[in-house]
T-cell receptor, first 113, second 111 residues
Framework: EAAVTQSPRSKVAVTGGKVTLSCHQTNNHDYMYWYRQDTGHGLRLIHY???????EKGDIPDGYKASRPSQENFSLILELASLSQTAVYFC????????????FGPGTRLTVL | QEKVQQSPESLIVPEGAMVSLNCSFS?????SIWWYQQHPGKGPKALI?????GNKKEGRLTVYLNRASLHVSLHIKDSQPSDSAVYLC???????????FGKGTSLTVIP
């Protein structure tokens, strides 16, 4: 079965600090995605990647950077964490683009104080 | 304007009931529609997808797509307490490499 893991599973960060969320997939998928989920907003796409060493902006990229050093790994970086970035973050992978099933990780709960 | 809207926001039904969930989307250039199930504290998991106008059945699940009215519905037959979860509708748009998700419908099945 497809496997996507995320670390850490939860994190408390201070405003202005740097936060890195990591994602690892063993599906041999080309596409990887970072979403945030907030009450009242549903899942929103932050960044995605379809090949190693390249990332693309999603719908809400401001305040976030992404890094894809290999096919298996995809990181989300918050250089200056803010209160508004408190949310649950999900990583996902898929074999193809917009019409293929996405396999999600378990999520990371981030609280910025 | 939200690209994907789901209704109802929440639903409580007795075990064994037929459940109907609705999803409307704003872009007629949609390619595919997926339904995901999300249990508390977990990531979403794909349940069923549909690409063409009409219906598709898999086990207790049936999905209906009407592209003319930009509407898709998911029906769960003989609902079980284990079906209690949030159901997310995801729509892909031609030219975009991602899905747009609705806010979800929270389903509770009472034993």
């Amino acid at each position: 079965e497809a496997a996507v893991t995320q670390s850490p599973r939860s994190k408390v960060a201070v405003t202005g600090g740097k936060v890195t969320l990591s994602c690892h997939q063993t599906n041999n998928h080309d596409y990887m995605y970072w979403y945030r989920q907030d009450t009242g907003h549903g899942l929103r796409l932050i960044h995605y990647s379809y090949v190693a060493d390249s990332t693309e902006k999603g719908d809400i990229p401001d305040g976030y950077k992404a890094s894809r050093p290999s096919q298996e790994n995809f990181s989300l970086i918050l250089e200056l964490a803010s209160l508004s970035q408190t949310a649950v973050y999900f990583c996902a992978s898929s074999s193809q683009g917009s019409y293929a099933e996405q396999f999600f990780g378990p999520g990371t709960r981030l609280t910025v104080l | 304007q939200e690209k994907v809207q789901q209704s109802p926001e929440s639903l409580i039904v007795p075990e064994g009931a037929m459940v109907s969930l609705n999803c409307s989307f704003s872009d007629s250039a949609s390619q595919s529609i997926w339904w995901y199930q999300q249990h508390p504290g977990k990531g979403p998991k794909a349940l069923i997808s549909i690409f063409s106008n009409g219906n598709k059945k898999e086990g207790r699940l049936t999905v209906y797509l009407n592209r003319a009215s930009l509407h898709v519905s998911l029906h769960i037959k003989d609902s079980q307490p284990s079906d209690s979860a949030v159901y997310l509708c995801a729509v892909s748009i031609t030219g975009y490499q991602n899905f747009y998700f609705g806010k979800g419908t929270s389903l509770t099945v009472i034993p």
